[in-house]
T-cell receptor, first 116, second 114 residues
């Protein structure tokens, strides 16, 4: 079983501050996804990174995939109260035969609270 | 409206009483998957299905069964529920295998097993 360690588990900051969430693994993933989840709802996909070293930006959010495709980070610049929520990373297992393709491994999640 | 629906949304049951949580999608997606979410553990994949009649185990399949007789439905079956299966369950679907495409999640089913 592949493991994906996400940190920190909790993050409480003031509006305007920057923050970074990390996902690390000893395993290689074919791609890595970041989700955001609101209370009472299912996760919603923010981005998928596929290539080692890839950087994607979504407004104030910057996502990076490690060169070795084992780790990823989410950086939020000038956080806003609307960024509050649960952030999840998910690694996609490399396709090797039929048994692992389609498997996703999620990190434990980061609960972000942005105070006004 | 394109969506993934789950029923029931909330369920309280007792140990050993068989139950089924239904999942249905109206987007003609090939791939469907079930997850459970527990505090501090994130989401853990239970089973997934690449297509009709094709299912495979995720990371925590013990105590669960699934079937994929038709493309739109992917029910989760607990033959003999136990208290450690108390959790929040999510169904998801996508065009391509999970991770290769945007997964759309249902609203969740909160299950309590007494």
């Amino acid at each position: 079983t592949q493991l994906l360690e996400q940190s920190p588990q909790f993050l409480s900051i003031q509006e305007g501050e920057n923050l970074t969430v990390y996902c690390n693994s000893s395993s290689v993933f074919s791609s890595l996804q970041w989700y955001r989840q609101e209370p009472g709802e299912g996760p919603v996909l923010l981005v998928t990174v596929v290539t080692g070293g890839e950087v994607k930006k979504l407004k104030r959010l910057t996502f990076q995939f490690g060169d070795a495709r084992k780790d990823s980070s989410l950086h939020i610049t000038a956080a806003q109260t609307g960024d509050t929520g649960l952030y999840l990373c998910a690694g996609v297992s490399p396709g090797a035969g039929g048994t692992s393709y389609g498997k996703l491994t999620f990190g434990q999640g980061t609960i972000l609270t942005v105070h006004p | 409206e394109a969506q993934v629906t789950q029923n029931p949304r909330y369920l309280i049951t007792v140990t050993g009483k068989k139950l089924t949580v239904t999942c249905s999608q109206n987007m003609n997606h090939e791939y469907m998957s079930w997850y459970r979410q527990d505090p501090g553990l994130g989401l853990r994949q239970i089973y997934y299905s690449m297509n009709v009649e094709v299912t495979d185990k995720g990371d925590v399949p013990e105590g669960y069964k699934v079937s994929r007789k038709e493309k739109r439905n992917f029910p989760l079956i607990l033959e003999s529920p136990s208290p450690n299966q108390t959790s929040l369950y999510f169904c998801a679907s996508s065009w391509l295998a999970g991770g290769a495409d945007t997964q759309y999640f249902g609203p969740g089913t909160r299950l309590t097993v007494l």
